[in-house]
């Protein structure tokens, strides 16, 4: 008999109830499994961090408990693709994106499998499990593997659009997303096509950039900074690879200064992508990547570390004004 829950106790099921952006990740997956899909999927231990208790509970034979041994669960997806279902699995970021590369390239991405990868409290949003629960490197890593699709959607709605819409895509896919308590940026029935940006608005001064969870500050940012007269144009890249380079170079041929946002390095992320694209047509336009600057991330509150590496509205506003100041 399990002992009985204490309000004034820490109880960490109960807390995923505070996670409402996680629900997208098993309804949409129970959407698909009604409609018939061969939907399977798994975890390493986190079914109450990543919401996936749900889908468990609604197709207890369709979901497997790998425990804490992320390699081998993501060597049994690839292994279960093979039989023509569709693996869905899912732990934090920083273990699947680093701990887990070696099986994601050979086991999965090698072979071509339709292996769905989610990773989720990407960059520093799991704040004081330290360093090493922080994923700063993820993208990078991910992107730098040939047939590994790359998505980083900005809130559930849109999780759930590129969800259902990677039914049909080929290859293997990242998805790297929040913790749940992102501010919804859409709404539920939002349209996403992988490989597609979405453009908020355009602006000759300067156009933001951005990926998952800095969406929201972007658009709040771009707000404020229009209040004050500049021209802003905000893109969601939420597929960084394959990256809309037809996006990237409308933005670069129009505007002063890109700037892009991500919750993650500088080096090798979403700001590199697009420098890459920039650099490649030859055009004269500064890019200015903002994002964690090749450290390793405090240990804080998620809420206090947005602000400190100004990853918030107002932060991402400073750092686009201070761009504009340096763009003759």
């Known amino acids: 008999m399990s002992a009985p829950q204490n309000s004034a106790s820490w109880q960490y099921r109960a807390l995923n109830a505070l996670n409402p952006g996680l629900d997208y990740l098993s309804d949409a997956l129970i959407e698909l499994a009604n409609e018939g899909h061969p939907v399977i999927a798994g975890s390493a231990d986190l079914q109450y961090s990543n919401g996936l208790n749900k889908f468990a509970a609604a197709f207890p034979e369709r979901y497997v408990q790998f425990g804490i041994s992320e390699q081998n669960m993501v060597s049994a997806a690839a292994g279960m693709a093979t039989t023509g279902v569709m693996p869905f699995v899912a732990t934090f970021a920083s273990f699947l994106g680093l701990l887990c590369c070696e099986q994601i390239r050979m086991d999965v991405a090698y072979c071509k499998l339709p292996v769905r990868l989610i990773g989720h409290h990407t960059g520093i949003s799991l704040g004081f499990y330290g360093t090493s629960h922080h994923a700063t490197e993820d993208i990078s890593t991910m992107r730098a593997i040939a047939n590994l699709t790359v998505i980083s959607p900005a809130d559930g709605p849109q999780l759930a659009a590129a969800l259902k819409a990677s039914v049909n895509w080929p290859e293997p896919i990242y998805f790297r997303i929040g913790r749940g308590r992102e501010p919804k940026v859409y709404e539920d029935d939002v349209k996403f096509e992988i490989g597609k940006a979405i453009e908020h608005a355009q602006g000759s001064d300067v156009t933001i950039i951005a990926c998952g969870i800095a969406v929201s500050g972007a658009l709040e940012a771009a707000q404020a900074l229009r209040g004050a ?20 170079i409308e933005a670069a041929r129009r505007s002063k200064v890109l700037v892009t946002v991500e919750e993650h390095n500088v080096i090798g992320g979403l700001g590199a992508a697009v420098a890459e694209v920039v650099a490649d047509e ?10 964690i600057y090749d450290e ?5 509150p998620p809420t206090h570390l947005y602000a400190h590496y100004k990853l918030d509205g107002a932060g991402i506003a400073h750092v686009v004004r201070d761009a504009l100041t340096r763009v003759s």
């Open 229 to 248: 007269g500049k021209s802003v144009g905000v893109i969601d890249m939420p597929t960084i690879k394959p990256l809309d380079r037809a996006a990237i």
């Open 282 to 291: 030859g055009i004269g336009v500064r890019v200015v990547r903002h994002g």
């Open 296 to 300: 390793y991330s405090l240990i804080a």
